[in-house]
């Protein structure tokens, strides 16, 4: 279910930009322009969503899962990605969800762009959250998870790339 989860997400991203952004390119230049904020630095896509479209993917997400009838684990995982916090139905597949979209992000799938956070994994909301139900993260090792990480990225990049055709979304 989790895998299925995060793929809506990814596909929700996608969907929306292709509604919203293909008909509308310079909609979608100024949507870029905000990823960038006024100290030069990168923001996450969703909060320039927000700030340009008054809307951001995780709520189209939730509208279109929402529709489609899925399973409210699912649409909630969708809708509170961003803010894992809020879950109240299925907290750790949300998490799972969140810490997930946090790494695409962080190794430059998804946006077209590598965003510009520094982060610290035990202290991110879905990260508490699973370390609390999996005592297996404890003691977290953050240069054993950057290392292990590091290939994963490089296989999803490589199916992104089959899928996508491309290693960026963008």
């Not at 960038?36 to 995780?58: F, Q, Y």
């Not at 894992?84 to 946006?111: E, F, H, M, Q, W």
């Not at 965003?115 to 953050?142: C, I, M, V, W």
Request: charged share 25%.
């Amino acid at each position: 279910m989790g895998a299925f989860s995060g793929l809506r997400h990814g596909g929700a991203g996608i969907r929306f930009k292709n509604r919203i952004f293909r008909p509308r390119q310079s909609l979608r230049c100024r949507l870029v322009a905000r990823c960038w904020d006024r100290s030069s630095r990168r923001i996450p896509l969703h909060e320039a969503e927000e700030k340009t479209l008054g809307i951001n993917h995780s709520e189209c997400g939730k509208i279109i899962a929402t529709s489609w009838h899925l399973p409210t684990d699912l649409v909630e995982a969708i809708a509170c990605h961003h803010s894992p916090a809020k879950a109240i139905g299925n907290p750790r597949l949300t998490s799972i969800v969140s810490v997930s979209d946090l790494l695409c992000r962080l190794g430059g799938l998804g946006y077209g762009y590598t965003e510009d956070k520094q982060t610290n994994f035990a202290e991110e909301p879905g990260f508490a959250t699973l370390a609390a139900h999996y005592r297996s993260l404890h003691p977290f090792d953050l240069a054993r998870f950057t290392f292990e990480t590091e290939g994963l990225l490089e296989e999803v990049r490589a199916v992104v790339a089959r899928v996508y055709g491309t290693a960026q979304w963008a």
